[in-house]
């Protein structure tokens, strides 16, 4: 199994920036895809970036040219910097990989327990 755990969030005034992080540890082959979803007050789960094991990124519209994802390979890490925050980006973000089982080599989705980003003046 595969544990995932976010840091960094908090509250930043609109325009700041804050840098996510997400380490996976537990028993697994290899993290494969990587990325972060965001969830607001009242909404659905949404996707903001993913990146894989290569480096592909993609994102969310609402995250171009603002967010930016990265990953530490040998570390099992994925970053989200994210700048020029907007209010609307309130959410609780949560950390996804798809890891590879070192017993029956298949490919589990998990889900991080989620760090809120709060952005108000």
């Known amino acids: 199994q595969v544990q995932l755990v976010e840091s960094g969030g908090g509250l930043v005034q609109p325009g700041g920036s804050l840098r996510l992080s997400c380490g996976a540890s537990?028993?697994?082959?290899?993290?494969?895809?990587m990325g972060w979803y965001r969830q607001a007050p009242g909404k659905q789960r949404e996707l903001v970036a993913t990146?894989?094991?290569?480096?592909?990124?993609t994102y969310a519209d609402s995250a171009k040219g603002r967010f930016a994802i990265s990953r530490d390979n040998t570390k099992n890490t994925v970053f989200l910097q994210m700048n020029s925050l907007k209010p609307e980006d309130t959410a609780v973000y949560y950390c996804n990989a798809v890891a590879t089982t070192t017993r029956d080599y298949v490919r589990v989705n998990y889900w991080g327990k989620g760090t809120l980003v709060t952005v108000s003046s």
């Open positions: 537990g028993r697994f082959f290899r993290i494969n895809d």
């Open positions: 990146i894989t094991s290569h480096g592909s990124t």
